[in-house]
């Protein structure tokens, strides 16, 4: 018997993003139960656990897109966690931020590495 989209979500999600991932499933219970659901199968059940990346590389691709995309701060700290748990370090992370300065702008970089500083010394990295 195979997974179900939702039960290769939860492992990808606990695997990933931790405690930080299960925070977000957490406080979407009283409000919006059903998009905790969506956000198991389809990002994590369905894409996070395809082959042909691996999760440290699908994570520096998040870790980029949710800086470039400088609406997203709770986001990209709960990826930046996820990173630190797949293997990227510091030094990684603060450089894919500091790359999104050339293609995002120098603002996206700096809340960027602001949001990033917030986990690293929450995390005593």
């Known amino acids: 018997m195979s997974d179900t989209r939702l039960e290769r979500g939860r492992r990808a999600l606990s ?8 925070r977000v499933v957490a406080a979407l219970a009283d409000i919006a139960p059903d998009f905790a659901e969506m956000l198991l199968e389809f990002p994590f059940g369905d894409i996070y656990t395809r082959p042909g990346l691996a999760v440290r590389d699908r994570e520096i691709a998040t870790i980029g897109a949710l800086c470039a995309m400088g609406t997203a701060p709770a986001q990209l700290k709960v990826h930046v966690e996820a990173g630190l748990n797949v293997g990227l370090s510091r030094e990684e992370i603060t450089e894919i931020l500091m790359q999104m300065a050339v ?9 960027g590495l602001f949001a990033a500083k917030e986990v690293f010394d929450a995390r005593g990295v």
């Not at 702008?105 to 809340?111: D, E, I, V, Y």
């Open 15 to 22: 695997e990933i993003d931790g405690e930080a991932g299960e």
């Open 103 to 111: 293609y995002a702008g120098f603002p996206a970089a700096l809340n």
